[in-house]
């Protein structure tokens, strides 16, 4: 897996790719997560638009992203997931803590 940052309107989008499986994988997204709390940016979108595949140990990076902005004063919410990974955040109920949305824009849009 391998991700990157872009500024939209005052929300940054952190653009995730291939596979979610946790690991070193999970250090890399929270220490990536804590420089931008450094950065004082509260309001991020996760974009899954490009994962392929996530486990429960990617669906736990992301509780721990979600955990880690909200104590911060934040939010951390989901965009463009395809259908495997909406149906982990499902049968999980994760989905009932962690804001899903179908497009980046939405997601951004959200904050406002």
Do not use: C, W
Not at 59 to 77: C, E, S, W
């Amino acid at each position: 897996m391998k991700f990157s940052t872009k500024e939209m309107n005052g929300v940054m989008v952190l653009k995730m790719e291939g596979s979610m499986l946790g690991g070193p994988e999970a250090s890399e997204l929270n220490a990536a997560l804590h420089k931008l709390l450094d950065g004082k940016v509260r309001k991020i979108v996760v974009d899954l638009g490009d994962v392929s595949l996530m486990n429960s140990s990617g669906l736990g990076m992301l509780i721990g992203g979600v955990t880690t902005m909200r104590n911060a004063g934040g939010d951390l919410k989901i965009a463009a997931p395809a259908d495997k990974v909406v149906q982990v955040f499902r049968i999980t109920k994760v989905d009932k803590v962690i804001e899903l949305f179908g497009s980046v824009k939405e997601a951004v849009e959200s904050y406002r």
